[in-house]
């Protein structure tokens, strides 16, 4: 079979995206092929948007397409509870759970990981600070991924931050050990978020 240059970039590019392999790659790139132009030209629009009109918040982290997110600037949501997350993907599940939290978020960006060569510096600690300092949280809740990475964020975090006068907490096991936050569902995500324990 004729090796199609073109076709294998898309291949290659595809199998970038989580939990894709060769083969899924390859039925994503054939299902593309048989699009029509107008819809390709959107799918591909789409994805340059992402970079032109998608951005961290400055407060927190957080995806959005504002100056600030719409929870930072939400003057109605309590802004001395805080919960750090691992990725935005989490910002989202906890959003999920509707009125039973109305606090705000601080998004790290990753977690601590020697073999992907993450240190502290690498992630969005240095405005948590800030914020603690400035902005008047009372209560961080740690609420990184349940794996090794995230517990030793969760546990470095809470060595920081233990000189500040704030409560610091991690969720509770309501989640899965090696899970990911934003795969679990709301009442797992309330059990956790009403059991989290004091570190």
């Known amino acids: 079979m004729e090796r199609l240059p073109t076709l294998e970039q898309l291949i290659d590019y595809l199998r970038r995206l989580p939990s894709v392999g060769r083969k ?3 039925r994503m790139a054939y ?10 030209q959107g799918f591909s629009k789409a994805i340059q948007d992402l970079n032109e009109h998608i951005h961290p918040c400055p407060i927190c982290g957080n995806y959005t397409e504002q100056e600030t997110c719409a929870i930072c ?15 935005p993907q989490a910002v989202h ?6 009125p039973e939290y109305d606090g705000v978020y601080h998004v790290l960006g990753g977690d601590l990981s020697a073999t ?13 600070i800030t914020r603690i300092e400035n902005d008047g949280i009372k209560e961080i809740i740690i609420a990184t ?12 975090l ?6 500040y006068p704030i409560k610091i907490s991690r969720l509770a096991y309501g989640l899965p050990i090696g899970g990911h936050i934003d795969y679990a569902d ?8 009403e059991g989290r324990t004091h570190i």
Request: glycine share 4%; net charge negative; aromatic share 2%.
């Open 186 to 193: 709301a009442l797992t995500l309330k059990k956790a978020l």
């Open 24 to 26: 899924s790659a390859e």
């Open 73 to 87: 600037a939400d003057e109605s949501r309590n802004h001395h509870t805080c919960i750090v997350v691992s990725s």
């Open 145 to 156: 991924n349940p794996t090794m990475e995230g517990e030793t964020t969760a546990l470095y």
């Open 158 to 163: 809470a060595q920081i931050l233990k000189k």
């Open 31 to 40: 299902a593309l092929l048989k699009m029509d132009t107008d819809t390709l």
């Open 93 to 98: 599940a906890f959003e999920e759970l509707g």
């Open 116 to 128: 992907a060569g993450i240190s502290i510096d690498d992630l969005n600690v240095h405005s948590l």
